[in-house]
């Protein structure tokens, strides 16, 4: 769970993750000390080489925003982003969390392929539609932010040992 120390840390990974908007020190220390509940940091050694930020949404307790997903270099291509979500989902005072959402551009391939996958895991729907058009919200500086509604989201089922598995 992070704590508001590691704010300067994850300040540094999300500048290493293009595309992800870079936010201020500050709101990544703020995430890091009044989300640390709903977010989680992955740390390789002394490396922090994962971060995602999310919340609860004031009027929707039972739905999860997730603000970012960084994932750096060394940490890519390992199924680090999924196991994060999963941690935060599966830690106590989590598993009331049926829902999750999120904003990802229409290109953000490998956004789309974690979501999808922690739908299908999760036995949920994904549904898209625009939370933040490109020329309406942003003056056509950002494109469009899809949002990805997951839900409900179902919990894993314990797995079984099978006879003679190791233990």
Known sequence: MPVDTDGMAVHQLIAQCPPLDTNSAYCNL?????FGMTSV???RGEDLVGFISGYR???RPQTLFI?????SAKGRG????????DHILDRDGNTDISHMETTVTEDNEASWALFESLAKKRNATLKRTVMFD??????GSHA?????LIGPLQRPALQTPQPGAAQ
Do not use: D, K, N
């Open 57 to 59: 949404i004031p009027s």
């Open 78 to 85: 390992q199924g680090l982003a999924g196991r994060m979500l």
């Open 67 to 71: 603000w970012q997903v960084a994932v």
């Open 30 to 34: 703020l995430q890091c000390a009044h």
């Open 144 to 148: 469009t932010e899809m949002l990805a």
């Open 41 to 43: 940091v992955a740390e």
């Open 134 to 139: 490109r020329e309406r919200h942003f003056h």
